[in-house]
């Protein structure tokens, strides 16, 4: 009881915390480029893409201010909850956790400060630099933290001590681990999606109000430039992060496609009805055949081991229980972020088409199709992390320490439900806020005021950064 | 010296970090419906924190995050042990995030106040909470042989670890008067002087118990050791400082003050981490809660290369910034080199 509480705190809080992450790193990287263009082109159009940077800049704020907020909340709930974890982990775990902070926080929020206070303070190369510092720091803290995350996958560079605690012994082998490199790089270009979405839709709410068209026209092609080769490799390495999957955690990927029994060569299925751990036999809609070995192993006929074996196999390697994770989130959460992925693919080719033709300010059906994208991203990386997360269940580590064993003997059930009352009250408050602000904000249009939002004119500050400032 | 040493020494100028720099935004928080009396003068006070309160914030991450690295154990056990303070931390943290940003978002009184009261109550008790906590530290929790902690919230609440919390409190409060001194003009920085002079008395008064208490609690000699008195005479030299012009002095004494009492919690504390109540032989100790020693050389490393980049860009950004703000009914400019720079 005790631990599926600690474990909904933690999907809750991690959820809600990726729903922020991604809009930061990849509008930190957009409005850095923005930036530059106006840095670079200060006689044509100079200021209007400055007014494009500010305002772009003020939607950062906004979710960088929660980003930060509930990842501080996410550091201490490792000790807070999951004590028996940290206690176990931490030789290893926590030291991509200081790097984070030491190397990538400081980074990000002072560079960020610099940015926001001084448009008018600094040297335009110096104030340029500082959002480029902001949007390193923001992609360099999700190097560590996901290095962190790809040792729970699959554990290197360690020994067992003699208390049966795994001890570093190699720190280079947590930054080459093939699951951290690959899921790095598809973390990232999720990121730079998601902010080229967040920042297509937008231009595309003015484009169709005719509000500062030629502004937001240079915004939507800028987005789509981003968006069009960022999916595309997106869809190349979210298909090798699966294979990597397959090699080192099996049970994920045999999850994901529901296949219980062996197969080679394998088809994919596209829909299926039924299913779940407790139907191995659903209706399967949509036959592909030889899809999932290529999708699995990379060759045209590659086999596949079903659940049923690898059940097997894992109770005699690890002794009884149930290794196999919740098949129903696996084989849907694989399927949403597969599908939206490819119709996110063809809407930047068709967005690359009339940018190609000079007409995406004026296509209607492109201008609404981006203004309804905005809501997949945030599907597809939460679908993303429940692929990943329950997939590795039972295991916290994979195939060092169970989930089960794995939260604070000394927290009770009634400590996790206030914090849980507490988290969700305060983060559905949150979300309802950054609605109206981004709401507010998106709204409003561009500052026509030049002047830099300064800390010493507090009086007449209209545009004052959000939340943290 | 033991990497365990280094480690703890480096956890410690963490947290000092952490309380010098954070301790004055605190301050400040809960000091600015004081020091203004408008909506202005209370976005001014707010002011002179904007470029900086985030970043000092970080401090806060990375001695939570170098104790997860250094030592498992101690942020193991001290993080579940204080649950529900940690948990009232983070809402606190949120809260006043969000005000920063809500309380200009509507004309209507009662927003406002409401906005004012989450910033100044947010400000009160994460200070107060966090010295609870370090208090408990030196004055023992039931912890078991396991490192369990077995208590509840209400164990939590130490007489020791509540004085710890009001001192560190008092010296936020001090440390806010002088830094909002150092940054405004004329009517927000006479009201700062002007609300010093109470909280310099209590500072002092709360810091001189805190040390006898403290002499007590660790056992050792009853002589205050040198920190120690140095905190107490940095607490006088920033209240008296903060009667006068000197805005840089003042403030820097308030610093020092700080560092000074959060400094020998640790110096007290080592070579111990947590202490048990249950029995002395359940003390978390530097020995007994540390990672391994490649693990300690490759974080050393890490601090060795990063940390002195933090304190120069972070040092920078605060000479930037380190102009007075002028009262909004006279100029909407800082005037340029002004002798106000708040030490990094």
């Keep these: 009881m005790t631990n599926d509480l600690a474990r909904w705190q933690f999907a809750t809080t991690s959820i809600y915390h990726f729903l922020f992450v991604p809009v930061t790193i990849g509008l930190a990287f957009l409005v850095a480029l923005l930036q530059t263009a106006w840095y670079r082109n200060q006689g044509v159009g100079g200021p209007e893409l400055k007014r494009v940077t500010r305002f772009f800049g003020t939607l950062l704020l906004i979710n960088v201010a929660i980003g930060v907020v509930t990842g501080l909340v996410q550091e201490f709930e490792f000790g807070m909850n999951w004590s028996a974890y940290s206690r176990f982990v931490g030789d290893v775990f926590g030291g991509p956790l200081a790097m984070e902070g030491l190397a990538a926080f400081f980074l990000e929020s002072t560079f960020l400060g610099l940015w926001i206070f001084g448009w008018d303070r600094l040297p335009k190369r110096v104030h340029l630099a500082c959002i480029w510092l902001v949007a390193g720091g923001a992609m360099l803290s999700a190097m560590f933290i996901l290095a962190a995350n790809s040792w729970m996958q699959h554990p290197v560079g360690y020994v067992l001590n003699r208390h049966g605690q795994p001890e570093l012994n190699n720190v280079w082998a947590l930054f080459t681990n093939p699951t951290f490199l690959w899921g790095y790089v598809h973390v990232i270009l999720a990121s730079l999606v998601t902010g080229s979405l967040v920042m297509l839709a937008i231009s595309a709410w003015y484009l169709r109000k005719q509000h500062e068209t030629q502004a937001f026209h240079r915004t939507a092609v800028l987005s789509v430039l981003v968006l069009l080769p960022a999916i595309m490799v997106q869809m190349f390495v979210g298909n090798k992060l699966g294979e990597i999957e397959n090699t080192y955690q099996p049970v994920k990927i045999a999850a994901a496609e529901a296949q219980w029994e062996n197969c080679q060569p394998c088809s994919f299925s596209a829909f299926q009805i039924g299913g779940g751990n407790n139907d191995q036999t659903p209706t399967q809609v949509i036959l592909i055949p030889h899809l999932l070995s290529i999708l699995a192993t990379g060759t045209w006929s590659g086999a596949v081991i079903g659940l049923n074996q690898l059940q097997k196999e894992d109770v005699a390697k690890y002794g009884p229980g149930n290794y196999i994770p919740d098949v129903f989130i696996q084989y849907w959460s694989m399927r949403v972020m597969a599908y939206l992925g490819s119709l996110i693919a063809l809407l930047a080719l068709w967005g690359a088409w009339l940018v190609h033709r000079g007409t995406l300010d004026r296509s209607k059906w492109f201008l609404r199709a981006s203004l309804a994208a905005v809501v997949t991203p945030f599907v597809m990386n939460t679908a993303g992390w429940l692929l990943t997360e329950n997939g590795r269940q039972p295991w916290i580590v994979q195939g060092l320490m169970k989930t089960i064993n794995a939260n604070s003997p000394s927290v009770t059930s009634t400590d996790i439900w206030i914090s849980l009352i507490a988290f969700v009250g305060i983060y559905v408050a949150l979300g309802a806020a950054d609605l109206i602000l981004m709401l507010r904000y998106a709204r409003k249009g561009l500052d026509p005021d030049e002047g830099g939002p300064d800390e010493s004119s507090p009086g007449t500050q209209t545009a004052t950064p959000a939340l943290s400032y | ?344």
């Design chain 2, 1 to 344: 010296m033991h990497l365990h040493t280094v480690w703890f020494v480096i956890v410690s100028i963490f947290w000092i970090g952490f309380f010098v720099l954070e301790g004055f935004d605190f301050g400040v928080g809960m000091l600015h419906t004081i020091v203004g009396r408008t909506d202005d003068e209370r976005k001014l006070a707010l002011s002179t924190i904007g470029p900086w309160w985030d970043g000092n914030e970080v401090w806060l991450i990375v001695a939570g995050a170098g104790m997860f690295a250094a030592f498992p154990g101690w942020y193991a056990t001290m993080f579940s042990a204080l649950y529900l303070a940690l948990l009232l931390v983070l809402v606190s943290l949120m809260a006043r995030g969000v005000a920063f940003e809500f309380k200009d978002k509507s004309e209507d009184l009662r927003w406002r106040a409401t906005w004012r009261w989450a910033m100044t109550i947010g400000c009160l008790l994460i200070p107060l909470l966090l010295g609870i906590g370090l208090g408990d530290l030196l004055n023992g929790l039931p912890i078991n042989s396991s490192h369990e902690f077995t208590g509840n919230f209400f164990d939590l609440l130490t007489p020791y670890g509540l004085w710890t919390g009001l001192t560190l409190l008092a010296l936020c409060l001090l440390h806010g008067a002088t830094f909002l001194k150092l940054r405004t003009t004329d009517l927000v920085r006479e009201r700062a002087r002007a609300v010093a002079r109470p909280l310099g008395w209590a500072a002092i008064a709360f810091v001189v118990g805190w040390v006898v208490w403290t002499r007590s609690v660790a056992g050792g000699p009853d002589v205050p050791q040198p920190v120690e008195i140095l905190a107490v005479l940095a607490a006088i030299f920033a209240a008296r400082l903060a009667m006068t012009d000197h805005d840089g002095p003042a403030f820097a004494s308030s610093a020092v003050a700080i560092a000074a009492t959060i400094g020998s919690v640790f110096i007290d504390l080592y070579p111990n981490v947590m202490v048990s109540s249950t029995s002395a032989a359940y003390n978390l100790t530097v020995n007994n809660s540390a990672s391994g020693n490649y693990a300690l050389t490759v974080m050393t490393v890490v601090a060795v290369i990063f940390f002195p980049l933090v304190l120069i860009y972070q040092g920078w950004s605060f000479h930037v910034f380190r102009g007075r703000l002028k009262s909004p009914a006279q100029a909407d400019r800082p005037v340029a080199g002004q002798p106000a720079a708040p030490p990094a």
